[in-house]
Each structure stands twice: as C-alpha cells, then as structure tokens.
C-alpha cells in the first residue's frame, strides 16, 4: 500500500497547481526560451520594427546641452499621449537613487522622434518656514509609480510623490502632488491630492496647499475623479499602504501595471514576479509569484495591445543590479504567454557612477489604460537606461520574429523623418538614425558623434542556410571608429563580418583573420553582396561595386542558417557584462559629456534574395 496516493493529497495538489488563469497562477510563461546572461541581446530573436530612441541623454559638463542642470540620475519614466503630443515624465537627481535633491522633468512629442527639452514640473522639495526635517532623514526627494491622469472629460493631470531621503515610504512620505496640463502646454499650479497616511502632514505644514482650494472647480471634479479610481489609485500604494483605508486592496506588492482580460477579469502585475487577479478592478486576490517568469526588483509592464492580444514587457533575470536586456512575451488571452523576444538590448557604457545605477534598460512602463493611444498598432514603451539616460521604444503589433520571402527596399515610397518599416533602429541623440533625401532618393542615415554609443540599424530577413545579400553604403564622413556591418543568425552569432575603417578601407573576416578587400572614396556609393553559404562549415563570397573580391571566405563562427543584418557606426560591445563592477564608485568615463567628429553613413538598396 506504499505506494497508493490518498485521493485527499491528490485534490490538494491539483487545488494549488494545476489552476493556470487561476489566483493560484494568473500567468504562466510556456515559450521555454531564456536569456543568455552572458550577451547583452541574451542571444534572443528581435521583435521586429523595434524603434528605440532616446529621448534625454545626461551631461553634467554642459547642462544646457540636457536639462539644464547637469544631473546624471534619471530614472523612474513614466508615459501619456494627449492632444496629439506625446508626455514623458521621469525623476531627476543629482548623481545618485534616493539621495537629495530630487524633481520630476518632462519632455514631449508630436511624433515620439523629436523630443522637446526637459522641463521642470515638480521642482525639489522647499518645506515651509520653521519646519524641520524629522530626525532620521537627510532631505527631501520624489518618488512615484504614476506620472499621468487622463479624466473622462479630456483633462490631463500629472502627478508626483514627495518623500524624505533616503526612505520616501510610509511613515517617510509627506504627499502626493497633482497639476494640470493645459492644451497649450502651460502648466497649472502644483496641490497636494494625499498626504500620507502614515504621519502628520496636511495643508498647515506642507509647502503648497490641498487640491480642493483650488479656485478651478472642473480641476477639483478632476482630482476627485482620480482619488475614486481605485484601480488607478492602487499605483500608489508603494508610498502609502492606507492606514486610512483608502486602498481597496488588503495585500498588493511595489509598481503595479494592469490588463483586462477578455473575461472581464483584471490581471495585476508587480515586481519580483507578483500578479492577482480581480473581478471588479477594486478587490484583488492574494498576489502570488509566478514561477515561470524570472524577473528581479525592475519592474514589469502589462497591457493589451491594439491587436487584441497581450504583452507583458520586463527584465528575464533574477539579478538587481543588470537589469538587461528587456523582453516581451505575447498572448491570446492574457494567461498563457509565449515567444520571448527582444525589445531593447542595447547596454551602453554608463558615463557617469552614482548610488543604485544598474546596468541596462530599467523600469519599464506603457500608456496606463484611458491615457491615450497613440495612432496605429504599436506598442509604446518608456524606461531609463543606466539610470542616466531616458528611451522610448515603439513596438509594432502584432510582435513577431520572423520574416518570409525575398526583401526589396529602396525606401522611396516612405516618409523623410518617418517610421523604417521592419527595421530595428538604436538611435541615441547624438548617434541618431533616421530616414533622409539623398541623391538616391530616400536613404537611411547613420549618424555619430558619440564618444560612448552608436547608431544601429538591424534588419531580419528569412531564415536560411543560402541567401544573397546586397545592400549599397555611402561613407558620407569616417572617423576612426568602424562603420560594421555583420551577417547573423538568429542567437546573434557573427560569421560574416565586414568593416569599413577611417582610413578607406573595406575589410572582411576569413574564418579569424581580417582581410583588406577593397578601397572606398568618401561620398560615393559602394554596392556591396554577400553570397552566404550558412553551413557549420560554410562559407560566404563577397562582391563589391559588381567585382568579386572573395570567394570562398570561411564564417568566422559556426552556425545553421543566417536571419539578420546589423549596420553599427562603432564596434561590437558585450560590456559592461555581469561581471562588471556596479557599486564602485569612480569617475565619469573620459569625455564623456564632449561631442566627437562626427561620422555619417547612408544606406540603399537593401535587397536579400534566396539561393535558387
């Protein structure tokens, strides 16, 4: 009889986990597919169309060229679109997470490419004559989940969090502060909405007065709207657990993100892996870990995307302190997710060291549900990078991986300015890449002047063991870096590798040894095709201007097949790894605030076809 399962334990365990969609498990991740922490793209396939671009790059030399103070902490972003225009917000400190002192900025866009100069919307703390700070702290900062509001009848608040350093919580909080922004783009006076419940802050102690004096009865309706959305309002409660019982929520976890599913349920998302579940968007179950989704304290972001499907977009590492790459895993139905793919896996060097800066893209956020939907299908994503620097990424939808057919492009049918179609753009602002009129037509544009970055452009084609490859370049202006172009397949492996260098020349990679195949006249077209043979043991040809100049050249690494092409304006980069030193402090890296010569390449006529 040993070996006979009581009928009770077998009710016990089917009961606690085999509930998938469940409060037991309201997500499960089925993909199967990790990360490679060894590799900042975690040798994962891209979400294709990705556009990535930053919005706010720090300088602490030349504020004017940032935000006009010099800081080097920015983090914490946050993302709305009303009125046609874009808002971004994000925290602001000197040089380090939770020190003083701290304001929020903002930045905006009609079209999520261009963006405004930051602006200061919650300036540092300034307390009132005679009060001091309580013993135990050193001064004051902010700190916030939510940065937007949009109210029923089209009114746009943006909110913030005043806190004591180095510990805003609870009994270290002061308030919530809200103001309006007006159509025009003015701001309108800054009120508290909440103080915390967890000490003696209230209108005669704090240094600007309580929404309801405000003598704009329709921005008091739009506060009051806010405080009775209570599935809003759960954002907050990282700050303030609600000793007053203004949270319907009895257990909740730090940075809420939310879907409905198409049951009707709404799924809550927090860091460390935490989700409930709720019937009516008020009352939640217990949150409870989901084991198949690895993710640290950065936080994670869900939502349905305008495909009717869902994402959730996050960091798949148990490690704090290097926070890449950042991922998305899709859905039909909110419960069951798959097909973990790339969104940013870019980690440029961190320029400048401060307290708590982890390596990679952190903190990601979307558009809560009900502040806007920019037009079209994507997926709008903000976060910080290093903690240092502000980025959007723009998702298309439905995501996918993976290309059929032959490609033909000369761009000529789209936009200058506008959206690359199926191309991966990394484009930093002082390496940006964007569409221009050149005399082909319309050209991609490779720019750089960044001493620490590059501009990058990727495009995935079909996969396959035998492609023809042809692309044109125009080195509009060399500098000493390299202007890469790589072959890869589709874990990021490198066997082809083709370079064109500051002083003219066009190199190539034989197996593991770099060979001159050409010369190249700055601002004139070079035609470029590879024949790939993407065999463990194979072997490519190179022709370049109509001219073969190789045959038979070996990878450089073993691989299956190939499915993307990589244009860099600098060299491949896998550090900082996670090896790298985070917490030691040191200076910032050498020039890092100075602009260098800056080099310009042009890119046409990208065709790939199969072997036939």
């Not at 990705?50 to 946050?78: C, I, K, M, V």
């Not at 452009?457 to 172009?485: D, G, L, M, T």
């Not at 860099?568 to 996670?578: C, S």
Request: net charge negative; glycine share 8%.
């Amino acid at each position: 009889m040993k070996n006979v399962i009581p009928i009770v334990a077998l009710l016990v365990s089917t009961t606690l986990y085999a509930q998938t969609g469940s409060v037991n498990e309201p997500v499960r991740y089925i993909g199967g597919v990790t990360i490679d922490p060894s590799v900042h793209e975690g040798r994962l396939r891209y979400a294709i169309g990705t556009e990535s671009r930053q919005t706010f790059r720090a300088n602490r030399s030349h504020p004017e060229l940032s935000d006009g103070f010099g800081w080097t902490y920015s983090h914490a972003s946050n993302l709305a679109y009303w009125n046609d225009t874009f808002f971004q917000q994000y925290l602001s400190n000197p040089a380090d997470e939770h020190i003083a002192p701290g304001q929020t900025l903002m930045v905006t866009s009609k079209d999520g490419r261009t963006w405004s100069k930051p602006q200061v919307i919650f300036p540092p703390y300034d307390p009132p004559k005679g009060v001091k700070i309580p013993e135990g702290y050193d001064g004051y900062m902010m700190h916030q989940r939510m940065g937007f509001y949009v109210t029923s009848d089209q009114r746009l608040l943006t909110l913030a969090f005043y806190g004591h350093t180095e510990d805003p919580f609870e009994a270290g909080g002061i308030g919530r502060v809200v103001r309006e922004i007006y159509k025009d783009g003015s701001l309108g006076p800054i009120y508290f909405i909440r103080y915390t419940s967890h000490a003696d802050w209230n209108e005669t102690n704090t240094s600007f007065p309580f929404y309801k004096k405000a003598k704009d009865k329709g921005f008091i309706k739009a506060c009051d709207e806010l405080l009775n959305n209570k599935l809003i309002t759960m954002q907050w409660w990282d700050e303030d657990r609600g000793l007053d019982g203004f949270y319907s929520i009895d257990e909740a976890r730090e940075a809420l993100s939310f879907y409905h599913r198409k049951d009707g349920k709404v799924v809550a998302l927090w860091k460390w892996s935490m989700f409930a579940l709720s019937d009516d968007g008020v009352h939640f179950s217990k949150p409870t870990k989901s084991p198949t989704l690895l993710m640290a304290g950065g936080k994670q972001w869900g939502q349905q995307t305008d495909d009717g499907r869902y994402a959730i977009v996050y960091n798949p590492i148990e490690n704090q302190e290097y926070r890449y790459p950042l991922i998305t895993i899709t859905s039909d139905d909110g419960i069951l997710f798959d097909n973990m793919v790339l969104v940013q896996g870019e980690v440029p060097p961190r320029r400048f060291y401060g307290r708590w800066k982890d390596f990679g893209p952190c903190y990601v956020r979307g558009i809560v549900k009900g502040n806007g939907n920019p037009p079209g299908d994507d997926m709008w994503l903000t976060y910080s990078m290093n903690k240092e620097d502000i980025w959007i990424s723009r998702v298309p939808t439905p995501v996918s991986y993976a290309v059929q057919g032959d490609i033909r492009e000369d761009f000529d049918q789209l936009k200058a300015g506008g959206v690359i179609p199926d191309w991966n753009v990394y484009s930093p602002l002082w390496a940006p890449v964007d569409l221009i009129k050149s005399d082909a037509g319309l050209s991609m544009q490779l720019k750089d002047k960044d001493p620490f970055d590059y501009a990058r452009a990727i495009r995935v084609f079909e996969e396959n063991n035998e492609s023809i490859v042809s692309f044109k370049v125009k080195v509009v202006n060399a500098q000493e870096e390299p202007f890469e172009v790589d072959v890869t397949d589709q874990f990021g492996n490198r066997p082809i590798r083709v370079s064109f260098d500051g002083k003219g020349d066009i190199t190539a990679l034989d197996g593991g040894i770099t060979k001159k195949i050409g010369r190249f006249t700055p601002d004139t077209w070079v035609n470029v095709k590879l024949i790939v043979r993407a065999t463990p043991y194979g072997s490519y040809d190179i022709w370049v201007d109509g001219q073969e100049v190789s045959n038979g050249y070996q990878l450089a690494e073993a691989v299956k097949s190939v499915e993307r092409i990589s244009f860099r304006t600098g060299p491949y980069r896998d550090l900082p790894n996670r090896k790298t030193p985070n917490e030691t402090p040191g200076p910032p890296l050498p020039g890092a605030d100075e602009a260098v010569a800056e080099s310009i390449y042009l890119i046409d006529d990208f065709v790939v076809e199969k072997v036939r």
